[in-house]
């Protein structure tokens, strides 16, 4: 499939080679392949989708005045208003058609985007399986009966498998990151009050966070950048760090592991979270271990305390009046809520703080919390079989998230031994957004970046195989792969020019050959011929040959240091290509180089022409204020050789 992530969409059109109408047909395409897939809601009709598209074009014919969002295929949870579409929560009966959209959706759409449609959800954002809809249980697209997540299962599962760039969902318990673990993709859990909830129909009106599913860190920070702000009239907005739309070049962290992490019998599990933790660890962070029990505790409230009451304050009315109406489930989940008293709210408020003041004692010692997503998995089948109990397993690491006001993102780590997907969640205090990309986006790119869905399977569910996961006995789990899944190709077009090296391996994203080992991208002192090209051959690097970047970037000539070396900056506006060496090198050797770098210097992931992404050395943009701007030589050595050649000043 031709690839939607943003930079690669931005590529397209600013080339010519496609225009907003050619991707909303691709877009329309691959949704009618799917066929009946339970992903969608409400789809805008195909003529209202390709008119938006065609109108982008006349709007902003001018590819440098285009907003960031420009021609990009995007959908939106069906809990989440949009003028002139229904907004059901997944229950047909409470539907009604807003006549003003949600302040995030007026934002996506004046940056460019294009809505779809709306997809399905847990009914009222209740549940984290993707199986309590009245429109169908959604699985994974990566393994045919896995449960896609939820709530905002729908959403997920139309960026995992292609069919939009990014989508909207929501995130009370965890409903923006269970569904990304199982589906591959990366889930951007906001600070509670960074993003407006106005035009949502809440959950929990006091946790609830609009959230982005994407298929890089990059792609979701960028539409979290968009979306965020203050909005006056939510009374839940509140004023915090409006994240940068690129992640910030990576630099060691403290990072906090839990002590005995609890994946309730699923050994493939555990063994993938280790192999994750290992992975932080070799990109040079501290690693720190964390008693979780407090964080623990009060993700129990959610669901054994007075938050429950909540719920039912935000749709009890209309629950209770028909409840034949309602999913059996979610109303049985509901009905638990109807009994709490207001002594109730005071006690699980009292016991929250003190869990609080706990927790703020561990952060004293990490900058982020290290989790695996979710401790397991489970199919449609299994999880129709024990639907309450089974959720709050899927809940585990993610309940205490929006109680304990933290920020999190979560990202694949590629798969268990069983061909189960697996995620991490890296997490911090409310603020820290930002960030958290940077590691999350290094960490993804060291994994290899998004999972490859495969096509789409007729296997019935009960027709698969088992897998090692908390019960031995299962007849109807997904039968694991006999190899491991090849890896993904979004993004790894050719350039123009590609460097003979890797005529036959395109770069996927994050930086990896399929196959082989990361990549690197280098740009100045560590290039051949230049001082610190040592610590490179040292290291066992093998030199792919060279590239240019994406136009992104602008080059600095850094003062100061006792070698010279420039900074790499990426910029929103008036970036140039930059020619840089590409080298192959272990994931160990990568982590043993990132604890050399100095500031302002650093390693992050590095857009290359045509689509494809290296690690790199990046530059803080602090740093440039009294730096010279080279970016017109278009590289480090012609600029250096621009300095020899220069004649002596009389």
């Known amino acids: 499939m031709t690839p939607l992530d943003l930079d690669s969409l931005a590529h397209r059109y600013r080339t010519g080679s496609a225009c907003p109408a050619d991707v909303a047909e691709e877009v329309l395409g691959r949704i009618a392949a799917r066929g009946d897939d339970h992903v969608w809601i409400t789809l805008r009709p195909a003529a209202d989708l390709l008119g938006d598209a065609a109108a982008l074009a006349l709007r902003w014919p001018d590819p440098n005045s285009r907003p960031s969002l420009y021609g990009v295929p995007f959908a939106v949870k069906d809990n989440v208003d949009v003028a002139g579409l229904p907004t059901t929560a997944a229950c047909p009966d409470y ?34 399986s993707g199986t309590r809809s009245p429109y169908g249980a959604c ?13 905002s299962s729908g959403s997920a599962v139309a960026v995992g498998a292609g069919l939009v760039t990014f989508a909207i969902g929501t995130d009370t318990a965890g409903s923006g990151r269970v569904p990304a673990a199982l589906t591959g993709t990366v889930g951007v859990k906001p600070s509670r009050g960074l993003v407006s909830t106005l035009g949502v129909v809440p959950a929990c009106a006091s946790l609830d966070c609009p959230s982005v599913f994407a298929r890089s ?23 915090l760090p409006l994240p940068s739309p690129v992640p910030p070049a990576a630099r060691p962290l403290r990072i906090g592991v839990p002590y005995s992490p609890e994946f309730f019998g699923d050994t493939a599990a555990a063994v993938a979270f280790e192999e994750a933790v290992r992975r932080l660890a070799g990109l040079g962070h501290r690693l720190v271990p964390v008693d979780l029990d407090p964080f623990l505790a009060a993700g129990r409230l959610l669901y054994d305390g007075p938050w429950l009451a909540e719920r039912v ?18 109303l049985k989940v509901l009905s638990n809520g109807g009994d709490l008293s207001a002594v109730d709210a005071f006690e699980g408020l009292y016991r929250l703080r003190a869990l609080r003041a706990r927790t703020r004692q561990a952060w004293a010692s990490m900058d982020v919390l290290a989790v695996p997503t ?16 089974r959720n709050a397993v899927l809940g585990h690491y993610t309940t205490f998230t929006n109680l304990l006001d933290l920020a999190a993102i979560s990202v694949p780590a590629g798969r268990t031994a069983t061909g189960r997907p697996h995620g991490i969640t890296l997490l911090g205090p409310a603020g820290s957004d930002e960030l958290l990309a940077g590691p999350a986006a290094a960490f993804h790119a060291l994994t290899g970046g998004p999972i490859a869905p ?40 050719a350039s123009s020019s590609p460097p003979s090296a890797w005529n036959d391996e395109p770069v996927a994203p994050g930086g990896r050959t399929p196959g082989t080992q990361p990549v690197l991208a280098v740009v100045g002192a560590h290039r051949s011929g230049q001082p610190l090209h040592g610590e490179l051959t040292a290291l066992g690097a093998t030199a792919l040959g060279t590239a240019l970047t994406a136009p992104l970037y602008r080059l600095y000539a850094l003062n100061g240091g006792e070698v010279a070396r420039p900074g790499l900056v990426r910029v929103t506006t008036g970036g140039v290509p930059v020619e840089v060496e590409l080298y192959g090198l272990s994931p160990s050797a990568l982590g043993a180089l990132l604890t050399r770098i100095a500031p302002p210097l650093s390693l992050g992931t590095v857009r290359l022409d045509g689509g494809r992404t290296a690690h790199g ?33 009389a």
């Not at 539907?95 to 934002?107: E, F």
């Not at 979710?374 to 109990?389: G, K, S």
């Open 454 to 493: 495969p096509g789409r399977s007729s296997a019935r569910t009960d027709e698969l195989a088992t897998h090692s996961g908390p019960s031995s006995a299962r007849s109807d789990g997904p039968a694991a792969p006999s190899s491991p899944p090849p890896a993904w190709n979004d993004g790894s077009a």
């Open 374 to 389: 979710v401790p397991t998995t489970y199919t449609v089948a299994e999880m129709l079989r024990d639907p309450i109990e």
């Open 217 to 239: 860190v990059a792609d979701g920070l960028a539409v979290l950048s968009v979306i965020a702000g203050q909005e006056p009239a939510d009374p839940w907005s509140r004023v």
């Open 617 to 649: 050395f990046l530059c803080e943009a602090y740093a440039t204020g009294e730096a010279t701007d080279i970016s017109r030589h278009g590289s480090w050595p012609d600029y250096l050789l621009s300095r020899a050649s220069a004649p002596d000043p």
């Open 139 to 151: 699985e994974s697209p990566l393994v045919p009966g896995l449960i896609s997540g939820g709530s």
């Open 313 to 330: 304050a935000a749709v009890g009315d209309f629950v209770f009046r028909n409840p034949d109406r309602v999913h059996p489930v979610t």
């Open 95 to 128: 539907a009604y058609v807003p006549d003003r959209s949600a302040p995030l959706v007026d934002r996506l759409l004046e940056a460019g985007a294009l809505l779809v449609g709306k997809t399905n959800l847990d009914q009222f954002a209740t549940g984290l």
